[in-house]
């Protein structure tokens, strides 16, 4: 079993920064794929940025040159930090972790974080 725990959002106004934070633990045997995506009221689910276990980096066109994916490989851990927030940036932040345990391969979800930028 994998198991995702995220840290490190909340409210900030506009212009501020945060950092969020994954953490993947349990029978991991490798980590491919670690990624930020989220979800606005009323819109659908959306990535945001997402790093390969060669360090290659995507991100979607309305966050670039504001926010920065990175990742220790050594604490399992994705970070996403979040500078120039603006109020469209609202929404529940979602970590993904793609991989393979001894026996399978596991794509799992965090819990999502709230991040609410606003005055």
């Known amino acids: 079993q994998v198991q995702l725990v995220e840290s490190g959002g909340g409210l900030v106004q506009p212009g501020g920064s945060l950092r969020l934070s994954c953490a993947a633990s349990g029978s991991i045997f490798s980590i491919n794929v670690m990624g930020w995506h989220r979800q606005a009221p009323g819109k659908e689910r959306e990535l945001v940025a997402a790093i390969i276990s060669g360090g290659n980096t995507k991100y979607s066109d309305s966050v670039k040159g504001r926010f920065t994916i990175s990742r220790d490989n050594a604490k399992n851990t994705v970070y996403l930090q979040m500078n120039s927030l603006k109020p469209e940036d609202t929404a529940v932040y979602f970590c993904?972790?793609?991989?393979?345990?001894?026996?399978?391969?596991?794509?799992?979800w965090g819990q999502g974080t709230q991040v609410t930028v606003s005055s």
């Open positions: 993904n972790v793609r991989g393979y345990t001894i026996a399978t391969m596991f794509d799992n």
